[in-house]
């Protein structure tokens, strides 16, 4: 068989192999919580409203939105259909990856590159979902296949048709995402310094007819800009952040990066010959750099924006950047070279877990197991939108069930606290998914409901079952638990014994102090094993003949010199009627990472000096499931 024939069967079976790899599981694969707000957000009557409604909220140009919008109008919200587009863009970039390192370097590595490529999973994890990322890689690949051929022509008579190309995938990137903008950016101005002087007028011309595309969406970006930034949810980026990432790219596999480390040393010492291969080195390093150090340092001098999938549409030069070290001595072995990076790469992905857990917060499961509760049991459930659990939980003509929803803070607890206080169930639930998830909701369903009969953890997502009776599941151990009645072992000054909840005293709060007593400890006492979080619940009975106003609950984890943790909450979050007792209750999480002298504290805070009392004062610290590992 020819090379040329042979390459082209080697590639056919490779994008096979990827068309496998995304499809094995995509039918029972839960849409993510960013599909959900896309579908949400299209669901608009008029294009107008979709822009004003739709796209306004969100941090991302339009042109993505406006796809999923007119894709719902004519095929429908199906969650398996409505990824189709985007699995085939993940699925048909491989073929421009493999034209571009072809062009660039040779058709072996480009079947390396293309190996890397299909069997990454940060790759196949992000062009599996409805959302811009396959589309992105897609379309850079694109411009970049056009700006090749263009400015690299050879005097190739066709060659103005690849003009066309670039504009047209540089605008698709342009509207696609931010960041696969300031790629088409960055490779835009990379052709300056290639373009030969005859083309440089078209090739100019070709630059800002894709910028004036923009003019638009112009409105739009700055309409996002009002409401904030175009990030501000995530967290800073760790020092380690692409360490992290690489490791991600190649599977969490060790194994994996010392196979392209000693790949990388290799075709340093016995390299093979590429015509103008400093160029390309040179060019696909500096485009995936840049991409990663705008986002990097904007996220660190401005508002944190980088993710993994951040860096998706630069990281195919990432790949080619890696093979262009490829080792002369392999050229003897070319099939077999293939053959062992690719079952490398399939290993690693197998070994990494990566079909039998969960990538993103699940929705389609929380909603299953909601739905297969007990009749009229009641609900809680968190998720950033009501219309996210909705989408799953009405297609499986569900049975009825009192679903309360985004109880996730102390503004809530009080309403909460009156439902199940007046619920007449033998069970309760809870959900969350990709949200704010307070142990405060499960300590107040469990005050009436205190045995857990089934729980469910999923990545970023969770489904607990209560009830008053039957077998308690709970495995949580007690580490630590500390109970105050102020009974005469902890009688003080403050000790009344004419109000109580329990006798035979409790704490009067007056104009005497600002603080109440307190619970101190030592956080390096708190042991628990790694794959075990350490939560903290606080409460305490309140009693008053008028409300305090200022009053709070506090919970701090402190080093020795701030607070690292500063948590609280007022005691009207809780109560309201006069002359009643009610019980208050904070929880947190122990930090992971402590140092000596670290310690908690908790006590109540009364700044304006006003009356009520306290009484029950207890601590406890139990373990609990990592909320982002199953």
């Not at 190996?115 to 990454?120: K, N, V, Y």
């Not at 969960?358 to 909603?367: D, Q, R, S, T």
């Not at 009610?582 to 929880?587: N, T």
Request: hydrophobic content about 45%.
């Amino acid at each position: 068989m020819k090379s040329e024939n042979r390459s082209r069967t080697i590639l056919f079976l490779l994008i096979v192999i990827s068309i496998i790899l995304h499809f094995y599981n995509l039918k029972g694969l839960s849409l993510s919580n960013d599909e959900l707000s896309a579908i949400t957000r299209a669901k608009y009557e008029t294009f107008l409203e979709m822009i004003k409604m739709g796209v306004y909220i969100d941090y991302h140009p339009a042109g993505i939105q406006i796809f999923i919008f007119y894709w719902i109008k004519l095929f429908g919200d199906g969650d398996f259909l409505l990824r189709i587009p985007f699995v085939i863009c993940g699925i048909a970039a491989s073929w421009f990856l493999y034209q571009i390192t072809k062009k660039w370097l040779d058709e072996f590595v480009a079947l390396l590159a293309v190996t890397l490529f299909i069997t990454s999973s940060l790759v196949i994890q992000y062009t599996q979902i409805a959302r811009m990322y396959s589309t992105g890689i897609f379309f850079c690949l694109i411009l970049v296949y056009g700006w090749t051929n263009f400015i690299f022509h050879n005097k190739n008579k066709d060659y103005k048709k690849y003009w066309w190309i670039w504009l047209i995938g540089t605008v698709l990137a342009i509207h696609n995402h931010y960041f696969s903008f300031a790629f088409a950016g960055v490779v835009g101005l990379s052709g300056i310094l290639f373009v030969q002087k005859s083309d440089r007028k078209k090739y100019v011309l070709g630059g800002i007819i894709a910028l004036m595309t923009f003019i638009p969406e112009w409105s739009i970006f700055m309409e996002q800009m009002k409401t904030g930034d175009i990030g501000g949810w995530l967290g800073p980026p760790e020092k380690t952040f692409l360490w992290d990432f690489f490791k991600v790219v190649f599977n969490n596999s060790n194994y994996f990066l010392g196979v392209i480390a000693l790949w990388l040393i290799s075709g340093l010492i016995f390299p093979a010959k590429f015509e103008h291969v400093t160029r390309w080195r040179i060019l696909s390093i500096v485009w995936f750099m840049f991409v990663f150090l705008l986002a990097y340092i904007y996220s660190v001098l401005g508002h944190p924006v980088i993710q993994f999938s951040t860096l998706l549409f630069g990281l195919p030069f990432l790949f080619i950047f890696i093979v262009s070290f490829t080792p002369a001595f392999l050229y003897q072995y070319k099939i077999t070279s293939v053959v062992v990076l690719l079952v490398l790469g399939l290993t690693t992905l197998v070994s990494s877990r990566f079909y039998s857990q969960n990538h993103f917060g699940v929705f389609k499961e929380i909603a299953q197991d909601v739905n297969a509760f007990p009749p009229n049991t009641p609900c809680v459930v968190n998720v950033i939108n009501p219309n996210y659990f909705d989408y799953y939980f009405k297609k499986l003509n569900s049975k009825d069930k009192t679903i309360i929803y985004k109880m996730e803070g102390p503004g809530d607890y009080a309403r909460l606290i009156q439902i199940v206080d007046t619920i007449h169930s033998d069970n309760f639930g809870y959900t969350w998914s990709n949200s704010i998830h307070p142990y405060e909701v499960i300590e107040i369903i469990k005050a009436k409901f205190p045995i857990l009969i089934k729980k469910k953890i999923y990545f970023n997502a969770t489904t607990y079952l209560f009830s008053k009776n039957g077998n308690d599941i709970s495995n949580d151990s007690i580490l630590c638990d500390y109970q105050n009645n102020f009974d005469s072992n902890f009688a003080t000054s403050l000790c009344d014994s004419d109000v109580y909840f329990s006798k035979p005293y409790s704490e009067r709060m007056d104009d005497r102090k600002d603080f109440s007593s307190d619970f101190k400890i030592d956080l390096d006492k708190i042991t628990c094993p790694d794959s075990l979080y350490r939560y903290v619940t606080f409460t305490a009975q309140v009693y008053f003949e008028k409300l305090p106003l200022d009053a709070t609950m506090v919970m701090s984890f402190e080093d020795s010199t701030h607070a690292m943790i500063y948590q609280s909450e007022l005691i009207t979050d809780f109560c309201s009627k006069e002359r009643k007792w009610y019980k208050m209750i904070l929880c947190g999480e122990v930090p992971q990472k402590i140092k000596p002298k670290d310690h908690l504290i908790a006590y109540f805070y009364n700044p304006s000096k006003e009356k009520f009392y306290i009484d029950n004062f207890h601590i406890s610290i139990r373990t609990s499931h990592n909320p982002y590992k199953k």
